[in-house]
């Protein structure tokens, strides 16, 4: 079943002497529930998203899956990348398996054990074969499968189909929350692409640069499996894009102003 | 299904079609040729000894008394004592080689400021011949033996080391990242995915390390044990027996390209990379 994850006061900074990477993050997110995260390139994403798969600890606050703060990594809540990184040493189910072999199952069962996996994400054929000979889609789609393996509560998507060609995406993209709200999966998704956010999520929350900040939040209340061609997705989609320029003109531009303010000030 | 009767059929077919027989003996034409041109220049060599007089004492070096005396050793299983202490003096010294130098070189890869600092004084060590360390090796081990394979030691951490930091430093660090987001364990880590990773470079610092070995062991046999390829040598020399001795040469060549051989079909099977 999926788990609740809070951020609680979030704040980063890499060096001590560095400006904050991220503040005062401070949002919930519920069992199952589907949330994309979305800013500029740059404001933080992937740091809020490393810190959640217990990746990064933050400087200031702390993240609390089910309540519990968190310390380490797990293979409860796992995350997916924008590379897939598979090990090319290993043939395809090996690696579909690794979380399982890490969680102490042999080889053997844990091989076993991912097989319907490796159907369902249509990799029937492909079981055997050297990570290497695999399309890049087929290759995320065995990250995919090693995510959900080990029955995360919650996984984590870092931009993890930016680098697929448009086919490939649309059908992950569809696919995922599917796979999420039949097993319960409580996801977050980071990504700079509006149509990505609107298609994959029941909330989408904006980010801001230069301190990272939750700035905005937008609620997409559109029925499964969510068709690009709909009204209802253009008007989501139209309404997220202006609440994203709205942020990103005004708000950060007072922002950054204001931290300039400051620092003039202090010095 | 029927597919595979039909594929032993078929290779069992392609085994002896005219295709793959061609191509196997165009792969074998030119190390054939540089065979046969070694020889040649051997058979003058051993030509240009005999009609000189100062040397024609040498003139069993040609190929034809070396191979007869290659021939009697083999038949009378007298090569076999030499090439057995020659061989277990080196599988001891890559055994020594690699318990230390794997580990050495993990962790210094692993810690990158490691690498950097142990960069010069492991070059400036790896220079030094491992004959140099013989008058310590000596005094310091008891039997010769031990000695020999001190130097046999020496002589193989350092390409075991470098390799095998240097296929640490190329580790993919998402590859590290991914395996801890799945919960993998320290020794997991090493077992899973370090070791994998490294197995190539780890592999190609070992075909260095057997061939400096090789090269050294002979020479280090000279000097003080009783048994060995190199003690044949010398032995062959003092008993002015030169066809033994070119034939002891002969299969020092030999093995040593056995040795390499061996190296390189663990490097391609255990390689991951796509050709
Ligand atoms: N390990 C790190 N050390 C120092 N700075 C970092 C590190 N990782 C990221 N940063 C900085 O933090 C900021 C946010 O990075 P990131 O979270 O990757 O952004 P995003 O994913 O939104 O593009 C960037 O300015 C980046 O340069
Ligand atoms: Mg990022």
Redesign the pocket.
């Known amino acids: 079943m999926g788990a609740s994850l809070s951020i609680d006061y979030v704040t980063h900074q890499?060096?001590p002497s560095?400006a904050p990477?991220l503040k005062d993050i401070d949002t919930r997110i519920e069992p199952g529930e589907m949330v994309a995260l979305i800013?500029?390139?740059?404001?933080?994403?992937?740091?809020?998203?490393?810190m959640m798969a217990g990746l990064l600890i933050p400087s200031q606050g702390c993240i609390r899956i089910n309540s519990r703060q968190i310390s380490k990594p797990s293979a409860k809540w796992n995350m997916m990348f924008q590379k897939a990184s598979l090990y090319p040493w290993m043939s395809v189910k090996e690696n579909a398996a690794l979380g399982l072999m890490f969680a102490g199952l042999s080889k053997a069962e844990a091989v076993e054990k991912v097989d319907p996996l490796l159907d369902m994400l249509g990799l029937h054929d492909k079981k055997d074969v050297n990570v290497q000979s695999l399309s890049g889609g087929q290759q995320q789609r065995v990250a995919l499968a090693r995510s959900l393996a080990t029955d995360p509560d919650i996984l984590l998507l870092?931009?993890p189909f930016s680098a697929l060609d448009a086919f490939t995406r649309t059908a992950l993209q569809e696919e995922v929350p599917a796979i999420c709200r039949e097993r319960g999966i409580t996801m977050i998704i980071?990504t700079?692409d509006i149509d990505e956010a609107v298609a994959m999520a029941d909330r989408v929350l904006i980010?801001s640069q230069n301190p990272?900040r939750i700035v905005e939040e937008l609620e997409v209340d559109l029925p499964w499996p969510r068709r690009h061609m709909d009204n209802g997705f253009q008007t989501r989609r139209e309404e997220l894009m202006n609440r994203f320029k709205g942020t990103d003109n005004g708000l950060q531009g007072r922002q950054q102003h204001t931290a300039t303010d400051q620092s003039e000030s202090a010095a | 299904m029927s597919a595979g009767t039909t594929t032993s059929t078929s290779s069992a077919v392609s085994l002896f079609a005219p295709t793959k027989l061609v191509r196997l003996l165009s792969n074998l034409q030119y190390p054939a040729m540089g065979i046969t041109g070694l020889l040649f220049l051997w058979w003058i060599g051993g030509l240009l000894i005999q009609n000189n007089e100062n040397l024609s004492a040498f003139s069993a070096f040609a190929p034809a008394p070396a191979f007869q005396a290659l021939y009697d050793l083999v038949t009378s299983g007298e090569i076999w004592a030499p090439i057995t202490s020659s061989l277990y003096r080196i599988l001891v010294g890559m055994t020594w080689g690699i318990a230390i130098g794997v580990p050495v070189g993990v962790t210094i890869g692993y810690i990158g400021v490691a690498l950097k600092v142990a960069n010069v004084p492991f070059q400036f060590l790896r220079m030094i011949s491992p004959l140099a360390w013989m008058p310590i090796a000596v005094m310091a081990f008891e039997t010769w033996d031990s000695a020999i394979i001190f130097l046999l030691v020496m002589a193989t951490v350092w390409p075991i080391i470098f390799s095998t930091a240097h296929g640490v430093r190329r580790i993919d660090p998402n590859w590290f990242k991914v395996a801890r987001n799945l919960g993998a364990s320290g020794p997991q880590m090493l077992r899973r995915i370090i070791l994998p990773a490294i197995m190539t470079d780890v592999m190609a610092g070992i075909r260095l390390a057997v061939g400096v070995a090789w090269v050294v062991l002979v020479p280090a046999e000279y000097l003080g044990v009783t048994s060995g390829l190199g003690y044949a040598i010398n032995d062959a020399r003092d008993t002015l027996s030169y066809d033994y001795l070119a034939a002891v040469v002969l299969v020092i060549g030999i093995i040593g390209y056995g040795l390499d051989s061996v190296c390189n079909l663990l490097i391609k099977r255990f390689n991951w990379h796509v050709e």
């Open positions: 890499f060096s560095a990477t800013g500029r390139s740059g404001c933080g994403k992937s740091t809020l998203l490393h870092d931009e980071v700079h980010m990272g």
